[in-house]
């Protein structure tokens, strides 16, 4: 097949998915736009306390704390802050304290 047949054959291709997206019931049902801020990715306060602590974030952490986030929060593996934490202790050395 040549450039030019493949290039006209993804166009009409990309033409047809888009006519049946338009003809789709799910196309239908989202006929009011979402706001932007609907949009958006809301995450756990766990969620956030735990990625703050494998980054070493203290600002993050400690600002989660007063807020209340949960210090027993555990990912999908069962690892706690804790864990995380420690883990950065390791990998970064004996050298590296939190103050």
Known sequence: MSMDNRS????????????RWDE??????SGIPKSPSMRR???SSGC???AA??????D???????TGADID???VDGLTALH????????????YMFT
Not at 8 to 19: D, H, I, P, Y
Not at 53 to 58: E, H, L, S, V, Y
Not at 84 to 95: A, E, H, K, L
């Open 24 to 29: 789709s019931e799910a196309n239908k049902h």
């Open 84 to 95: 995380q934490v420690s883990y950065v202790f390791r990998s970064i050395g004996n050298g």
């Open 53 to 58: 602590c494998m980054a070493g974030d203290k």
């Open 73 to 75: 929060t555990a990912n």
């Open 8 to 19: 006209t054959s993804a166009l009409f291709k990309r033409a047809e998915q888009l006519k």
């Open 60 to 66: 993050e952490v400690s600002r989660l704390l007063e």
């Open 48 to 50: 956030i306390f735990l």
């Open 41 to 43: 990715i809301k995450f």
